[in-house]
């Protein structure tokens, strides 16, 4: 069951959810993981790598992890990584939305808050000319205020006070006739690149492939289908491998997410509980596999 699919207003949702935010977070990620999965989570002895993150949530506390989430902060993190070159550029910061120059931005941009995740809280500009800059306005400071909401009980997101608004530069790739850009999240255990997740055609048809380090394609589906056509790997494969050991290095689990546009590659983000650990795997043992290479914590 997905509670988005019957409550569909967002502020709706975290309205309900804030109202029940006096229930103890173990509780709470019980219920939800129990809706989302339709399983009961094992708190003693956890063997899944979902079960595993929502003992991350609680128990997991590293104050770099709430820099990591805040997508201004986390530039400082990569640029102190000595990866300032994969970072986008960034076209402005600003506390509230009114403050932005909207003629001085280039035709094609993408504007986000700080707080946002999971692809959410997001505009992108193609043409300028088409964009509606009022509407814009109005949904960036809603955002601004909405997500003081922590829907999945993710602690490294309680860090983010003052939430703000940063644009950068728009990512396209002009071999792909929508302009979309192939998203490479790279699962990491305690520093060390596992699974690589495939994200592609995100628009128009989403697809996602699971692949091992050598770019094996593993037998594996989630909360999309298969892309079934054969994908080459990135040419720069091994590069980007040690760009996400560099990153994943301080903690026990992150999934680094990049982009690789015709060999140069992009940072996306640093991700601590991907799908908030509502995820169903097939085959069901690809959870415990993945629950096998987690830390204890």
Known sequence: MDYKKYIKNQKARFFILKMLSFIPDKIML?????????????????????????????????????R????????????????????TGLLGVYKNAEDIDFNALPDKFIIKTTNGSGGENLLISRNKKEFDTRDAIKKLNG??????????????????????????????????SEGEIDDYKILCFNGE????????????????????????????????????QMIPAP?????????????????PFVRVDLYNIRGKIYFGELTFY???GYVNFLPDSFDFELGDLCPRI
């Not at 690149?193 to 050598?214: A, L, Q, S």
């Open 30 to 66: 019980g219920w939800q993981y129990r809706i989302k999965t339709g399983r009961k989570i094992d708190w003693k002895e956890p063997k899944r790598f979902t079960e595993f993150l929502q003992l991350y949530k609680i128990k997991y506390r590293n104050k770099v992890a709430q």
């Open 274 to 276: 991907p799908w908030s």
């Open 235 to 251: 040419t720069n494969l091994d590069k980007m491998i040690s760009i996400a050991k560099i990153l994943s290095e301080d903690f």
């Open 143 to 176: 955002w601004l205020k909405l997500k003081t909401v922590n829907v999945g009980r993710e602690w490294a997101y309680d860090g983010i006070k003052e939430p703000k608004i940063i644009i950068e530069d728009l990512l396209e790739d002009s071999d792909n």
């Open 193 to 228: 690149p596992k699974v690589i997740i495939y994200d592609c055609d995100r628009f128009i048809g989403h697809k996602r492939n699971f692949y091992d380090t050598d770019w094996n394609l593993l037998d594996v589906s989630s909360d999309c289908p298969n892309k079934p």
């Open 68 to 87: 990591c989430v805040d997508k201004l902060e986390v530039r400082q993190y990569v640029e102190s990584k000595g990866l300032g070159e994969i970072l």
